[in-house]
T-cell receptor, first 115, second 107 residues
């Protein structure tokens, strides 16, 4: 079955530093990848949609200069949280979709804590 | 009002009980997903539905498009079923998530 690997699973960083999260589709080509954020006891919220080889589309209220998304290949997308602040502490999770597909395969998520 | 509402928010059951989790939505959809989120946060896609009913092992998902309602049933529940179950609808190309139902199954 389709598998998406997400790393790291958890990270603690200092305020002002940048953190990169990787999302990799292991056995299929993901033309579209999605990045979500989930605060405690809240729904998953879509941050951005990225299509391979093109710029990501960000949801309203998500700063594109703070959350850098790169989808340079059909199997890898990265989310970089730049100049992290404590309020960026959250659970970040990616999902990937094949070309023409309706199903979503989720990564295992990354818990980010900014201190 | 949220576009996707789930009930109940929390559910505690004894092992072996039949479980039902409900999802109502208010937008037009092309598909509805049931997801399972484990305590560590990882998410597994259980079902994708656009009509009718699907069954996988002890899990059954149904959808009524006219009533904009879906249910997830778990038969013969087991402690390993303890997780958060999330309903998500695909609308205009995006997934909209419910807040989830936290299920605890006691032995």
């Amino acid at each position: 079955g389709a598998v998406v690997s997400q790393h790291p699973s958890w990270v603690i960083c200092k305020s002002g530093t940048s953190v990169k999260i990787e999302c990799r589709s292991l056995d299929f080509q993901a033309t579209t990848m999605f990045w979500y954020r989930q605060f405690p006891k809240q729904s998953l919220m879509l941050m951005a949609t990225s299509n391979e080889g093109s710029k990501a589309t960000y949801e309203q209220g998500v700063e594109k200069d703070k959350f850098l998304i790169n989808h340079a290949s059909l199997t890898l997308s990265t989310l970089t949280v730049t100049s992290a602040h404590p309020e960026d502490s959250s659970f970040y999770i990616c999902s990937a979709r094949k070309a023409g597909g309706y199903g979503y395969t989720f990564g295992s998520g990354t818990r980010l804590t900014v201190v | 009002k949220n576009e996707v509402e789930q009930s109940p928010q929390n559910l505690t059951a004894q092992e072996g009980e039949f479980i039902t989790i409900n999802c109502s939505y208010s937008v037009g959809i092309s598909a509805l997903h049931w997801l399972q989120q484990h305590p560590g946060g990882g998410i597994v896609s259980l079902f994708m539905l656009s009509s009718g009913k699907k069954k996988h092992g002890r899990l059954i998902a149904t959808i009524n498009i006219q009533e904009k309602h879906s249910s997830l049933h778990i038969t013969a529940s087991h402690p390993r079923d303890s997780a958060v179950y999330i309903c998500a609808v695909r609308s205009q190309g995006n997934l909209i998530f419910g807040k989830g139902t936290k299920l605890s199954v006691k032995p």
